[in-house]
């Protein structure tokens, strides 16, 4: 089975668009067989996709540390769910178990994440595809400074190609698909 990484907020945030679109992508996935990998939350975002793709019948692997998991905040009703000790660890774990990464809106934790990906991507240390599902246009100021970057030749044109980045689920999720690696 493929899976795909899901980085979004431990938060509900104020739209009731981002948790909508975050149920959306746990059905979707469900429904194309596609198994979801997150944080392991029960919580704001993530909570809410893994909830979505165990209704619909899908595989959900939550990577937790142990530090959260302590607060209560780990889900108990997922497919899978490791405890592990630091961040850093859940991090690698979730690319170890990912084919792509789909980004949905979120605080720090969230774009670090995301930027940890791109990075180790842009490095070599994986070749996994990374998308961004822009709900009402949340990533349009992050788009821009990545965009500046380039411009002042701190990111190569190359590497700001490959985000994949769309405001529809299954567009950007058939985008990851055709990529060749997932």
């Known amino acids: 089975m493929s899976r795909i990484c899901v980085f979004c907020g431990s938060a509900q945030g104020r739209s ?6 975050a149920e959306h992508v746990g059905r979707t996935l469900a429904e194309r067989g596609i198994g979801l990998v997150y944080g ?18 899908g595989e959900a692997i939550g990577v937790i540390p142990r530090r959260l998991a302590e607060r209560e905040v780990a889900h108990d009703g997922l497919t ?3 405890v592990v000790e630091t961040m850093h660890e859940r991090k690698a774990l979730m690319t170890e178990l990912s084919d792509a990464f789909l980004t949905l809106p979120g605080g720090f934790g969230t774009l670090d994440e995301l930027f940890e990906a791109i990075t180790w991507r842009q490095l070599g240390f994986h070749d996994k595809p990374c998308g961004l599902l822009d709900v009402d246009g949340y990533f349009d100021g992050l788009l821009a400074f990545i965009d500046r970057a380039v411009d002042d030749g701190f990111v190569r044109p190359g590497d700001r190609s490959r985000l994949v980045r769309g405001d529809d689920a299954g567009a950007v999720i058939d985008e990851l698909l055709s990529s060749g690696h997932v």
Not at 40 to 57: I, P
């Open 40 to 57: 392991g939350g029960n919580v704001g975002l993530m909570g809410a996709v893994a909830d979505a793709a165990v209704r619909a019948g």
């Open 16 to 21: 009731p668009r981002y948790r909508d679109t």
């Open 80 to 82: 899978q769910l490791h």
